[in-house]
């Protein structure tokens, strides 16, 4: 069993940078590809990014290359979401995520063992 716990969301300005954590309790954290996920209002959940165990591989949605960069610390079992050049579209509800035994980095959301509580982003035009 995996809890996670995200933190870090909050109202930012356009253009602006946030960098969400996700604090995972148990001890087979690192076993799990871990990632980010987000839903605005209205739409449906979509993933942001993913982080293998190891943190050698990670992979993005189209929408977060280039200004957002996941990455891990398996000491502490944290991985972590630095998000730069924030958009208003950007605001959501975003979840931290554990999968594992994927070919990809890239999970549907059917495919997530454990969800976080989710974390709101607000980015201000």
């Known amino acids: 069993q995996v809890q996670l716990i995200e933190s870090g969301g909050g109202l930012v300005q356009a253009g602006g940078s946030l960098r969400l954590s996700c604090a995972a309790s148990?001890?087979?954290?690192?076993?799990?590809?871990m990632g980010w996920f987000r839903q605005a209002p209205g739409k449906e959940r979509e993933f942001v990014a993913g982080?293998?165990?190891?943190?050698?591989?990670?992979d993005y949605a189209d929408s977060a290359k280039g200004r957002f960069t996941i990455s891990r610390d398996n000491a502490k079992n944290t991985v972590y979401l630095q998000m730069n050049s924030l958009k208003p579209e950007d605001t959501a509800v975003y979840y931290c995520?554990?999968?594992?035994?994927?070919?990809?980095?890239?999970?549907?959301?059917?495919?997530?063992?454990?969800w976080g509580q989710g974390t709101q982003v607000t980015v201000s035009s």
């Open positions: 982080i293998s165990q190891s943190g050698g591989r990670s």
């Open positions: 995520a554990a999968f594992g035994f994927l070919r990809f980095l890239r999970p549907t959301p059917s495919e997530v063992t454990y």
């Open positions: 148990g001890r087979s954290f690192s076993s799990y590809d």
